[in-house]
């Protein structure tokens, strides 16, 4: 049992004001991405591939050559870096972001944005930007783009709060717009996302190793439970 869990809406200048909840975010952020079952432990700086804890610490893997000259890999997600990235992120319009607080500590946070059909071409190869353009004439979408709870806490509701959070914002600000977002296909958010209304569509073209595309047609049809 979690003791007087609370959920809150957040912005740059609560991040600012409470360094040790922006400390605890970005560590958190990469904790959740480092292990199962996104494996970003570690990164080749040409391709962007990801390489799992096993692969380096127990295969010994620590370079990349897919499509291009070896390369040494990184560390795929540092908590400085994050912090910027959160930031940046936060910073934008069209940006909403929730933390879900214990007394002690984070326990989670989710994220969307609104994102334009600009970057959806920078990020994803023309079969899916078809998709997604033959299904609404608008601009621009809310895309659902974080989630991750602290794995000591799953299984107690806390990623249904955040991802509740995040429709309710989509429906009541955006209801008109279509709604994407990536996920991994043995994710433990993904039946969340599959009960809030979305349905997968694709595999993701931009990282692959199980991500998963998924669409809804309107915000105001995600559902809140």
Not at 161 to 169: F, G, H, N, P, T
């Amino acid at each position: 049992m979690l003791d007087k869990l609370s959920v809150i809406r957040f912005d740059p200048h609560l991040l600012r004001s409470q360094p040790k909840v922006y400390d605890q975010l970005a560590r958190l952020y990469c904790d959740v991405f480092a292990g199962e079952p996104f494996n970003e432990y570690r990164q080749c700086p040409v391709c962007n591939k990801y390489f799992s804890h096993d692969q380096v610490e127990l295969q010994g893997i620590s370079s990349c050559s897919n499509g291009h000259a070896k390369s040494p890999l990184k560390i795929a997600w540092e908590v400085e870096p994050v912090k910027v990235e959160i930031m940046d992120q936060a910073s934008e319009p069209g940006f909403c972001g929730f933390l879900a607080l214990t007394q002690e500590d984070l326990a989670g946070f989710s994220w969307a944005r609104i994102i334009t059909f600009e970057e959806l071409r920078r990020h994803w190869d023309k079969e899916i930007v078809d998709v997604v353009q033959s299904r609404t004439a608008l601009g621009e979408l809310v895309y659902f783009d974080e989630l991750g709870v602290d794995p000591k806490k799953r299984g107690l509701g806390i990623g249904r709060k955040l991802v509740s959070s995040i429709c309710k914002w989509a429906k009541d600000e955006h209801g008109e717009l279509l709604t994407l977002l990536r996920t991994h296909q043995n994710s433990p958010a993904r039946h969340l996302f599959e009960s809030a209304g979305y349905q997968k569509f694709a595999q993701d073209s931009e990282y692959g190793e199980g991500r998963i595309m998924m669409i809804l047609d309107l915000c105001k049809n995600l559902v809140i439970r």
